[in-house]
């Protein structure tokens, strides 16, 4: 399962979060002398969505009190 992704707010580019971060990248463009640089955007606490994602259809209205079991 791949994990979420969302946009950096350095670098815009399209990141995956992990444990509420974002994951470790390089800026973008091309790298040069083989130095290894990490974007400041990076392992940055990721903002919460505004709405949360829906586990079932919302097209079903929500019913006072208890379901019947049978």
């Known amino acids: 399962?791949?994990?979420p992704r969302r946009?950096?707010?350095v670098c815009t580019r399209e990141i995956a979060v992990v444990g509420g971060r974002f994951a470790r990248h390089d800026?973008?463009?091309r790298r040069s002398d083989y130095e290894l640089?990490?974007?400041p955007g990076s392992r940055r606490i990721a903002p919460l969505l505004?709405?949360?994602p829906k586990l079932f259809g919302g097209d079903e209205p929500p019913t006072p009190?208890?379901?019947p079991l049978f």
């Open 1 to 3: 399962m791949s994990a």
């Open 7 to 9: 946009t950096c707010p």
């Open 27 to 29: 800026p973008p463009g």
């Open 37 to 39: 640089v990490s974007c």
């Open 50 to 52: 505004t709405t949360p």
């Open 65 to 67: 009190g208890q379901q």
